[in-house]
């Protein structure tokens, strides 16, 4: 079975703290995906990767950064993390192309206080 | 751009119906289309994927069709059961996204005993 682990369900964090949120995939895939999900907003595409050290912008890029320096690893960064960025973030991933499936982590709901 | 409506958005049924879940997209340029199911606080876990080419599939009591003419979906559930109680999401791949996701807002189902 595909596995994708985020390395936290849950974070608390101070407003202005740098915070890095982990996901790694165990299945060789080439894309990866940063997703935020919000009550009434659905999932929404921060950014995504479709391999090594290549990343695009997705519809709310703004606040974030990623880094992806292995294949099996896909880091979201929040530079300054502020109270709007509160949220439940789901990282997923597929093989290359757009027929394939896409598999998501567990979730980490985070909290900037 | 594409827009994904699932509706109803909420959707209370007594343990043993039948029921039908909708999704509908406004374009039909699509590769593929996924239905997850999301417990609260939960990841998404994928239950069926339906290739453009394909009109259905089928997995245990879960059938998901696909008619790109009418930009519409349906995920059939067969004897609901409690353990079926969770929100259900369609996903569209591709089209005017370039290979991306585009998500429903999810339909909310809950299966009482």
């Known amino acids: 079975d595909v596995k994708v682990t985020q390395s936290s369900r849950y974070l608390v964090k101070r407003t202005g703290e740098k915070v890095f949120l982990e996901c790694v995939q165990d299945?060789?895939?080439?894309?990866m995906f940063w997703y935020r999900q919000d009550p009434g907003l659905g999932l929404r595409l921060i950014y995504f990767?479709?391999?090594?050290?290549?990343?695009e912008k997705g519809d709310i890029p703004e606040g974030y950064s990623v880094s992806r320096e292995k294949k099996e690893r896909f880091s979201l960064i929040l530079e300054s993390a502020s109270t709007n960025q509160t949220s439940m973030y789901l990282c997923?991933?597929?093989?290359?192309?757009?027929?394939?499936?896409?598999?998501f982590g567990q979730g980490t709901r985070l909290t900037v206080v | 751009k594409q827009e994904v409506t699932q509706i109803p958005a909420a959707l209370s049924v007594p343990e043993g119906e039948n029921l039908v879940l909708n999704c509908s997209f406004t374009?039909?340029?699509?590769?593929?289309l996924q239905w997850f199911r999301q417990d609260p606080g939960k990841g998404l876990t994928s239950l069926l994927l339906?290739?453009?080419?394909?009109r259905e599939q089928t997995s245990g009591r879960l059938n998901a069709s696909l008619d790109k003419s009418s930009g519409r979906s349906t995920l059939y559930i067969a004897a609901s059961q409690p353990g079926d109680s969770a929100t259900y999401l369609c996903?569209?791949?591709?089209?005017?996204?370039?290979?991306?996701?585009?998500f429903g807002d999810g339909t909310t189902l809950t299966v009482k005993p």
């Open positions: 339906i290739q453009s080419s394909q």
């Open positions: 374009d039909s340029a699509i590769y593929n």
């Open positions: 996903a569209l791949r591709g089209g005017t996204n370039a290979g991306k996701s585009t």
């Open positions: 997923a991933s597929s093989l290359r192309g757009g027929r394939t499936e896409a598999f």
């Open positions: 990767s479709y391999d090594v050290k290549m990343k």
């Open positions: 299945m060789d895939h080439e894309n």
